[in-house]
């Protein structure tokens, strides 16, 4: 039984070494911050959203897509909740070589222009080696 247990250890650690892609998952309260990814990495930001007020996240200042590349942004829906009623917006880099670069996320309306954005989410990003 020890073995069996010794050999699935080895396997995520060779899997690991292999280049299969972790995940990093952030919410709001991580804005402001520095996080350290490696390169492959996927980073997920996930914020409260709702979209029926005219609110959504728009990217206002993008990363430097050699070091962090965007991958795109869901919506996830509560599973039970009435219409109308928030989710989450689900932001995903991929971390694509060495370096450091930073990306700006505002939640307003697209129609107000000229207006401090009612939140606010930056993030600096380290990414190293492998």
Known sequence: MKSARILIVMA????GCAGV?????LQSDST???VSLIVGEVLSVTLDSNSTTGYKWEMTEAPDASVLSFS??????PKSAPAGAGGK?????????AGKTSFTLE???SWESNTVPAKKFSLTVNVIGQ
């Open 12 to 15: 995520f650690f060779l899997a």
């Open 21 to 25: 892609q972790t995940n990093v998952s």
């Open 32 to 34: 402001n911050k520095t």
């Open 72 to 77: 795109g942004t869901r919506f996830e829906a």
């Open 89 to 97: 917006e689900v932001w995903e880099f991929k971390a694509e070589r």
């Open 107 to 109: 939640y307003r309306r």
